[in-house]
């Protein structure tokens, strides 16, 4: 199915919240596999065996997968990668950073999440960004509950940012997720004045991408792969939520 944001919200009866629940755990699950397998010398082809082979495993299809003709099961942008990222042949180097972004079709119901991984020694500044990109996904879950204006999203990550002197991304965006990869809404990372409201048993992601310098993405020629214009490193971490009535659920994270 060709790339796009279907119109209107996923919002879901009970039945459809627990599969969603089942799909964000073995996103989550998988994601967490393969961050474990991150190290100098490893093939970003070879993270995408891994996670090809665990979600087949267990009953799933990689949503990415032939998504708007993408060639992989999971995404693997490095260092200066935005975003959308396809595995290759390349070794991981000691001092890379990896966003894995793991999107798993589960009984009908798509569970998408990612997470920014260290390779070998990392230095302080990379890092930094790191904990910074994910402290905005965690402080724009906290706000969220029914009824709270889509648009805080944007405004509390973009707050964080500024406080912590990194650029946010504009281009790419969080989105509904449910019984399809990409609907409603259209989540912002960055303050703008859209309107929209959370609404009780919507499921969405967030997921913003901060950048050490430039903001301004930079596609290559296979129409995927999205780079900082300055080739200064990115990072990003997603979660699917769920909105209830106390707040919001993260359905993408393992059960400690």
């Known amino acids: 199915m060709a790339p796009g944001i279907a119109t209107g919200p996923e919002v879901h009866d009970d039945e459809g919240i627990e599969c969603m629940r089942a799909s964000g755990r073995l996103a989550a699950q998988v994601l967490q596999y393969a961050g474990t397998l991150v190290k100098p010398g490893l093939k970003t082809d070879e993270i995408d065996e891994a996670v090809h082979q665990m979600i087949i495993d267990n009953g799933a299809y990689p949503s990415p997968l032939g998504y708007g003709g993408f060639p992989k099961s999971v995404c693997t942008s490095v260092n200066e990668c935005i ?60 706000i969220c509950a029914p009824g709270v204006e889509l648009k805080k999203i944007g405004k509390t990550i973009h707050d964080h940012a500024d406080k912590n002197h990194y650029g946010v991304v504009r281009q790419f965006v969080g989105h509904g997720v449910g019984r399809v990869f990409h609907a ?66 993260i359905l993408t994270q393992c059960d400690d």
């Open 83 to 142: 975003c959308h990222g396809i595995p290759d042949s390349r070794p991981l180097e000691d001092g890379d950073i990896i966003n894995i972004d793991v999107t798993v079709y589960l009984n009908g119901y798509h569970g998408d999440t990612s997470a920014t991984f260290f390779c070998g020694a990392v230095d302080e500044e990379t890092r930094n960004l790191v904990k910074v990109t994910k402290e905005c996904l965690d402080k724009a879950i906290s």
């Open 184 to 249: 409603d809404p259209v989540v912002l990372h960055f303050r703008n004045n859209d309107g929209g409201r959370m609404v009780l048993n919507q499921t969405f992601t967030i997921e913003p991408m901060l950048t050490i310098g430039s903001i301004n993405p930079v596609m290559w020629d296979d129409n995927w792969t999205v780079v900082t214009e300055d080739g200064s490193s990115s990072a990003q971490f997603e979660h699917t939520i769920l909105i209830t009535e106390d707040g919001a659920e």
